[in-house]
């Protein structure tokens, strides 16, 4: 398996680490402002601090 210096976002811990922190906060607006593409337009978010990283059944 060849190892890569760059992380894949479609990861869920890669992407919790891109978008998941007030310090890249306008990253997540921008791509999510990018997803509604002027549909909607987000100005700011508030990120809530409980998070599940894994459910067993």
Same mark, same amino acid.
């Given at each position: 398996?060849?190892? /890569?210096?760059?992380? &894949?976002?479609? =990861?869920?811990? /890669?992407?919790?680490?891109?978008? @998941? #922190?007030?310090? +890249?906060?306008? !990253? !997540? =607006? &921008?791509? =999510? &402002?990018?997803?509604? +593409? @002027?549909?909607?337009? !987000?100005?700011? =978010?508030?990120? +809530?601090?409980? /998070?599940? #990283? /894994?459910? !067993?059944?």
């Amino acid at each position: 398996m060849q190892h /890569s210096k760059y992380i &894949n976002p479609l =990861l869920d811990l /890669s992407f919790k680490k891109l978008f @998941g #922190t007030d310090l +890249n906060k306008d !990253l !997540l =607006l &921008n791509l =999510l &402002n990018a997803v509604f +593409n @002027g549909r909607k337009e !987000l100005i700011d =978010l508030q990120y +809530n601090k409980i /998070s599940v #990283t /894994s459910i !067993l059944i």
